[in-house]
């Protein structure tokens, strides 16, 4: 496989205080095979539902009026990211988080415009991930509200599906003829898509970056990094096995042209099995 996308989700270590290293954690990820960091997740805040926040309370990150509260840190980190072998660098929105954007567009899309231009052009970022699973994929769902406002604002857009792949064909269909670029689907190949082979998706009009992650349900799943070379190994050429802990699905017996891989998160393989987990899923993709 040529150029594949190795993909991490990020959370609070990314961000400046609670006792984070924004600092040390690029090194260490910049030291990495890592391409595309994803940081996750924008959320709703639920005791100021008026603004997003990044994760948590703590970190604020803006308001209803698309103005930007978070610390004035995060740019200049965020910028400091991207080196070694990172390429680009996207936002995730949850579904709580994508429903507050596609809410703001319909009442004050000029609010909701500003936000994401302030995700482009104030904190730097290629675009914007939805991981989106409010169970609504249709043209009224909130993902094709954020997406067409995402793509007048300049953004990329990525998604993180586990079910309803002719949805999400659409979707990437719909982002196209809006003159927008879905680079690619994050496909869960774990937990409530644990069941997914990437070769049956790769037909949705975007590159497949198939993900897995060492400790998450339900149903749960286990994946040591041998599991995840092993499991990559296996998607990537149709050969090989992998226990029943780490994937369920139906192996392939031919080769398939994903387009990368993705861990899910960064928090629990982080420290001294990181690079063990990273150079699991460059290996097995080929690297």
């Not at 990329?156 to 927008?180: C, E, I, M, R």
């Not at 799943?221 to 992998?242: H, K």
Request: net charge neutral; proline share 6%.
């Amino acid at each position: 496989m040529s150029d594949p996308r190795i993909s991490l989700y990020i959370g609070n270590e990314l961000y400046p205080g609670g006792g984070s290293d924004p600092g040390g954690t690029i090194e260490i990820l910049q030291r990495s095979p890592l391409t595309s960091p994803i940081l996750s997740l924008m959320n709703r805040s639920a005791a100021s539902p008026d603004k997003l926040v990044y994760n948590d309370q703590a970190n604020p990150v803006f308001d209803s009026s698309g103005a930007y509260i978070g610390s004035d840190q995060w740019p200049t980190i965020l910028r400091r990211l991207q080196g070694g072998n990172i390429r680009e660098v996207y936002l995730s929105f949850s579904t709580n988080g994508t429903e507050y954007m596609s809410e703001l567009v319909a009442k004050n899309r000029a609010a909701a415009l500003k936000i994401l231009s302030s995700v482009k052009n104030v904190l730097g970022f290629d675009g914007i991930d939805l991981d989106y699973e409010g169970g609504d994929y249709s043209p009224s769902s909130p993902i094709y509200a954020v997406a067409a406002a995402a793509t007048a604002a300049g953004l990329k857009l990525t998604a993180a599906p586990y079910t309803n792949q002719s949805d999400w064909q659409a979707w990437v269909q719909f982002v196209k003829s809006h003159s927008g670029t879905v680079s690619w689907l994050n496909l869960q190949c774990y937990a409530g898509g644990k069941y997914n082979n990437p070769g049956d998706w790769l037909n949705t009009g975007a590159p497949i970056v198939a993900g897995t992650c060492n400790n998450c349900c339900c149903p749960q799943t286990n994946c040591t990094p041998a599991n995840m070379q092993s499991l990559f190994t296996l998607w990537r050429t149709g050969t090989g096995s992998v226990t029943s802990a780490c994937w369920s699905g139906t192996p392939n017996t031919r080769p398939q042209a994903i387009g990368g891989g993705f861990i899910w998160v960064y928090s629990s393989i982080k420290g001294p099995q990181f690079s063990d987990y990273m150079n699991a899923v460059k290996t097995g993709l080929g690297g």
